[in-house]
């Protein structure tokens, strides 16, 4: 990958499955707190982590994963965050708690005279 290496672009290839091992240790040292996003992205970091972002092996392992992280960003979220349907959770009413046996066993037996209510 040519051009400017950002640390929002770091952050987004760290997040991939794809992500390399080097990757990886580098965000680990961001979430123990040893080093920041902005410092692993910067070429002139004199820290031997963010160093080893930046050499030419480096670049060459990195490149494709920077690339398609590159590309996810610029693509952008598919749906916008207020479009977005909230995970539904349910909540257990009194007529689904089969924790009682013979609530199950009524529910299970029951019938009814109009078989187009089950439809």
Same mark, same amino acid.
């Given at each position: ?46 820290? $031997?982590?963010?160093?080893? !972002? ?7 392992? !990195? ?16 749906? $916008? ?26 529910? !299970? ?11």
């Amino acid at each position: 990958m040519r051009g400017l290496i950002t640390a929002e672009l770091l952050q987004a290839a760290a997040r991939r499955h794809d992500a390399p091992e080097r990757l990886l240790k580098a965000a680990d040292a961001v979430t123990e707190g040893r080093i920041t996003w902005d410092e692993l992205a910067n070429p002139n970091c004199p820290d $031997p982590l963010a160093q080893a !972002l930046h050499t030419a092996r480096a670049r060459k392992v !990195l490149s494709p994963v920077l690339e398609r992280a590159a590309a996810n960003l610029a693509a952008g979220p598919s749906t $916008p965050p207020n479009q977005r349907h909230p995970q539904r959770i349910r909540t257990q009413t009194e007529e689904e708690d089969y924790s009682n046996p013979e609530r199950l066993a009524s529910d !299970l037996f029951e019938s009814t005279s109009d078989p187009r209510e089950y439809s």
